[in-house]
């Protein structure tokens, strides 16, 4: 569902309206009733076709949108995120969490949410991905991938200010995100020996101690620890030449040390197809690269091609895994 004052409903028609005669079924954990809402506004010829178990989607989505009740307790405001809301919102992800667990569907794709809505009616979790990663018992280091189809990042620390990454970051925080992204790389992405470039901190890899210290004491002792466990690493790499076109050739994900590092590169590059995918928990999930856009939430100009990305990009990587 995503928050229902985002553009969440907008791209899941759009998305249906370019799928529904190409690609397997997919259903929406949404309320009905909004989404008929939101096509009527925007005089979009989508239909919507409430079911009861998801099983009926492989016969109703060639000819209508499936879904899965969530309802909402008021009526959505486009651009004004509502608390009253906020327990559908995360009814949405629990539902969906449990069906890919119990096997009924292949993989879980998110629209966005507003966390801060979410945060004031309670919510526990910084994101989907500690709260997902809750939901389904996951075990290990949990990471965000943002994927396109010209650069894969990671970012070690996520969401938390540039002074508080690097106050946090650490040898072991950037071998387990390393190892995550390696072994993901495996058995999702079908890639045999896959290549992880280690970003550095400071500019210039910080010029061998002349601009910052943590290449030397926290970044390549995490390369050394890699490369001992037969990891195929490199780096410490200058963060401002490592995403040339050039360089990427050379590796198959960049491992870096902070959000704006990974982000700033991935969505200059390609925004319109970039999807942030889960690595590390026992279900696919992915969603797309962007926020839920209040501000342009409601006016019928939302580009529904990240979501198309990221169902398209879970499908395969169910495919992978041995999903029907």
């Known amino acids: 569902m995503g928050d229902p004052a985002g553009i969440g409903g907008e791209l899941t028609l759009r998305a249906w309206r370019a799928l529904h005669g190409t690609e397997r079924p997919f259903v929406a954990l949404d309320d009905p009733g909004r989404l008929n809402r939101i096509a009527l506004a925007l005089g979009l010829k989508i239909p919507i076709h409430a079911i009861s178990d998801i099983a009926e989607a492989v016969d109703v989505f060639p000819c209508a949108l499936p879904v899965l009740a969530v309802p909402l ?192 590169p991935l969505k200059t590059l390609d925004m319109d197809h970039g999807v942030n995918v889960t690595l590390g928990l026992p279900i696919v999930r992915t969603s797309p690269d962007h926020g839920t856009a209040f501000d342009i939430a409601g006016k019928g100009v939302a580009d529904p091609t990240s979501l198309i990305a990221a169902i398209k990009l879970a499908t395969v990587l169910a495919g992978r895994l041995g999903h029907p």
């Open 73 to 264: 307790h008021s009526i959505e405001v486009p651009g004004r995120s509502s608390l009253d809301n906020a327990k559908a919102v995360v009814s949405s992800i629990e539902l969906a969490t449990r069906l890919a667990l119990d096997g009924q569907a292949a993989g879980v794709v998110t629209n966005p949410i507003n966390k801060a809505a979410l945060y004031q009616a309670g919510f526990a979790y910084p994101g989907h991905t500690e709260f997902i990663a809750a939901l389904t018992g996951a075990t290990g280091q949990q990471i965000m991938m943002l994927a396109s189809p010209v650069l894969r990042v990671v970012p070690v620390t996520v969401h938390a200010s540039l002074q508080a990454s690097i106050a946090m970051l650490t040898t072991e925080m950037i071998a387990a995100a390393s190892r995550t992204a390696a072994i993901a790389l495996r058995r999702e992405f079908g890639i045999a020996i896959p290549r992880l470039a280690i970003a550095g901190l400071n500019p210039h890899a910080g010029e061998k101690g002349a601009l910052g210290s943590e290449e030397t004491t926290l970044i390549q002792p995490a390369i050394d620890m890699l490369r001992a466990e037969g990891i195929n690493v490199s780096g410490p790499w200058p963060p401002d030449t490592m995403f040339t076109v050039k360089s990427r050739g050379r590796y198959d994900v960049a491992i870096c040390m902070y959000h704006d590092q990974a982000l700033i």
